[in-house]
C-alpha cells in the first residue's frame, strides 16, 4: 500500500498528538496547508485501510497525584477471557484492560488491567473486590506495582515492522 503526501504529513504530525483546541483537525489541517475535510477524509482512510487503530490520550496521572499504580495480570481461560475482560473493564476503577497472548514457559497470563489510584492500601483494596467481585481467586495472578514512570509519547511506527518502536510508560514491581 502506498500512502499520499498529505497521509504521509498526516502521521508525521500525529506523532506528536492533537492540538488541544477546539477545532483539532482544523488547526492541524492549517499546519500543513490543506483543509479540515481533506485531514478528516485522509484519516478517515488511515483507519479504514487499518494503518491507523485509535486515537487516544496520554494522561501523566503522577503528576495528579496517582502514584499507587498496578498493573493486574490474569491467566484465565481462553474460553472466559472475553466476558471476564469485558465484567472487568466496567468496574469504575480499573483504568485499562486488554488481552494479549500468553508468552509458553515464560509468561502465563492472558488478561491484564490497570488501576492508577493515590494510595496503595486502597488499591490493594479494589483488586480484592475485583478478585472476588469476577470469581478469580483461584485463578493464577499476579500484581506489580509501578516503581517509576518512564517518559509516554505515542507510539513511534514506521513501514517496517522491525523498526516500530512503541514505548513502555511504567516500569512495574511485584505486590
Request: glycine share 6%; proline share 6%; aromatic share 6%.
Given at each position: 500500500?502506498?500512502l499520499?503526501?498529505?497521509?504521509?504529513?498526516l502521521?508525521?504530525?500525529?506523532?506528536?498528538?492533537?492540538?488541544?483546541?477546539?477545532?483539532?483537525?482544523?488547526?492541524?489541517?492549517?499546519?500543513?496547508?490543506?483543509?479540515?475535510?481533506d485531514?478528516?477524509?485522509?484519516?478517515?482512510?488511515?483507519?479504514?485501510?487499518?494503518?491507523?487503530?485509535?486515537f487516544?490520550?496520554?494522561?501523566?496521572?503522577?503528576?495528579?497525584?496517582?502514584?499507587?499504580?498496578?498493573?493486574?495480570?490474569?491467566?484465565?481461560?481462553?474460553?472466559?477471557?472475553?466476558?471476564?475482560?469485558?465484567?472487568?473493564?466496567?468496574l469504575s476503577?480499573?483504568?485499562?484492560c486488554?488481552?494479549r497472548?500468553r508468552?509458553?514457559?515464560i509468561?502465563?497470563?492472558?488478561?491484564?488491567?490497570?488501576?492508577?489510584?493515590?494510595?496503595?492500601?486502597?488499591?490493594?483494596?479494589?483488586?480484592?473486590?475485583?478478585?472476588?467481585?469476577?470469581?478469580l481467586?483461584?485463578?493464577?495472578?499476579?500484581?506489580?506495582?509501578?516503581?517509576?514512570?518512564?517518559?509516554?509519547?505515542?507510539?513511534?511506527?514506521?513501514?517496517?515492522?522491525?523498526?516500530?518502536?512503541?514505548?513502555?510508560g511504567?516500569?512495574?514491581?511485584?505486590?
Open positions: 500500500m502506498e499520499t503526501a498529505l497521509q504521509h504529513q502521521i508525521e504530525e500525529l506523532r506528536n498528538g492533537l492540538p488541544i483546541c477546539s477545532h483539532p483537525y482544523r488547526t492541524l489541517a492549517d499546519s500543513i496547508g490543506t483543509s479540515e475535510a485531514v478528516m477524509n485522509a484519516l478517515h482512510q488511515l483507519m479504514q485501510d487499518g494503518l491507523i487503530n485509535r487516544g490520550a496520554i494522561l501523566r496521572h503522577r503528576a495528579l497525584g496517582y502514584q499507587a499504580n498496578a498493573m493486574c495480570v490474569f491467566d484465565i481461560p481462553d474460553q472466559d477471557v472475553r466476558d471476564i475482560g469485558k465484567r472487568m473493564a466496567a476503577y480499573v483504568t485499562l486488554y488481552q497472548e508468552v509458553p514457559g509468561w502465563p497470563f492472558n488478561l491484564y488491567c490497570m488501576i492508577h489510584g493515590r494510595e496503595k492500601m486502597i488499591v490493594r483494596a479494589q483488586i480484592r473486590h475485583m478478585v472476588a467481585q469476577l470469581g481467586t483461584d485463578v493464577p495472578q499476579k500484581v506489580l506495582f509501578s516503581k517509576r514512570c518512564f517518559a509516554q509519547h505515542a507510539g513511534k511506527y514506521s513501514l517496517s515492522p522491525t523498526s516500530s518502536v512503541i514505548p513502555a511504567e516500569q512495574h514491581e511485584p505486590a
